[in-house]
């Protein structure tokens, strides 16, 4: 994996202000396929930091396609035996929020596209363009969702898919999900605020050492050297899906890594790029995929209209054509960065 052998662990605290009252501690790793940060401020920030690590690489174990022992490998090996597979409570939990982002979503986030990922080669090394037919006989695999249960607390969970050839990609919401892990476990410690980078999902809680609030940038999808905007952001996640974030060109066409589930193929909504803000991590990762399968009209009907999970969403929608949708909720300390590149906003109400 690139990278793979760089700021492996890496951890620095850092002493700040005169009274050596704020400490921040800083701890660079790789899990879950992507270089993950987390800054963390306050007295506990280094045993913080270190404990988040820990959490992530449980995870990774637990979530990753590429270990055979993971739990989604197991239940990918056991798809259409007809017996379930024991999962750790934390997976139970993401295969159930996965459905629930397909069925709110009506299917524009789907959590079993791994086969049509694989028939992409976006898994494997090497990149191809599958056949119409290829794709149609793929396509029936998509269509039912993991089956999971939960025997309470006492009892294990299980989770089961039914179709052989089906298996899960939890590439779109596991992010998000590891997020609002890592805050229940910065809960345990005594920190006065923290900033976790986990491959581009950005969530922050509490407040930077000189209490001002956090800023979060999104990129100019055109140009990822460049910022096209900057957030402001009290506490919650922020997730950003692109066609530029994963992508092989063949024959001069470029094809990118959100597929429409409806096709199989890249999704060509009209948007370059979704940023969706949430306290819940889970709901900004999912959703920023979904919204970005859904395009700029859709996604925006949905923030309206959509139900409790919609509802805590805010979006920033950047459409091929240089339009940028921004949710009212973003509004305050928004900051513009797009004119010169030739892009134009517009706040949009509930
Ligand atoms: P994200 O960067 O969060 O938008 O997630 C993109 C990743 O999710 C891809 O690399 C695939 O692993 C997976 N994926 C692709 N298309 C979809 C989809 N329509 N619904 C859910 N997951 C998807
Ligand atoms: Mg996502």
């Known amino acids: 994996m690139k990278g793979r052998g760089v700021a492996l662990g890496l951890l620095c605290v850092v002493l700040t202000g005169c009274a050596g009252t704020a400490e921040s501690a800083q701890v660079q790793f790789f899990a879950m396929d992507t270089l993950m940060s987390v800054t963390v401020y306050g007295r506990q920030g280094g045993q913080a930091a270190r404990a988040v690590q820990a959490e992530m690489n449980r995870l990774d174990a637990l979530w990753s396609r590429t270990r055979e022992d993971s739990d989604i490998s197991r239940l990918n090996a056991g798809a259409g035996s007809g017996t379930a597979v024991e999962v750790d409570a934390d997976t139970g939990v993401l295969l159930e929020r996965a459905n629930t982002a397909a069925r709110e979503s009506g299917g524009a986030f789907n959590p079993v596209m791994a086969p049509v990922m694989d028939a992409w080669g976006f898994t494997g090394e090497e990149h191809r363009v599958p056949g119409g037919e290829e794709l149609e006989a793929l396509l029936p695999l998509t269509l039912t969702l993991p089956w999971v249960a939960s025997d309470g607390e006492e009892g ?92 092989f060109e063949a024959d001069g066409v470029r094809y990118h890594h959100i597929l429409d589930p409806a096709d199989g193929c890249p999704a060509e909504s009209g948007l370059r790029s979704v940023t969706a803000v949430s306290t819940d991590g889970t709901w900004a990762d999912a959703y920023s995929t979904a919204c970005f399968v859904m395009g700029a009209e859709k996604a925006l009907d949905f923030w309206r209209t959509g139900t409790e999970a919609a509802q805590t969403l805010e979006l920033v929608l950047v459409g091929e054509d240089g339009r940028v949708y921004v949710t009212e909720g973003l509004a305050e300390g928004f900051e513009f960065r797009g004119e010169e590149k030739g892009y134009t906003y517009e706040i949009v109400y509930r």
């Open 156 to 247: 294990g969970t299980r989770a089961a898919l039914t179709q052989a050839g089906q298996a899960v990609d939890a590439g779109a919401i596991a992010k998000g999900r590891a997020a609002d892990l890592a805050r229940e476990v910065l809960a345990d410690y005594t920190v006065t605020g923290a900033i976790l980078d986990l491959g581009g999902n950005i969530t922050v809680l509490g407040e930077k050492p000189d209490g001002a609030p956090f800023r979060v940038a999104v990129k100019d999808p055109g140009n990822t050297e460049e910022l096209l905007c900057v957030l402001t952001l009290e506490e919650g996640t922020c997730s950003t899906s692109g066609g530029y974030e994963r992508y």
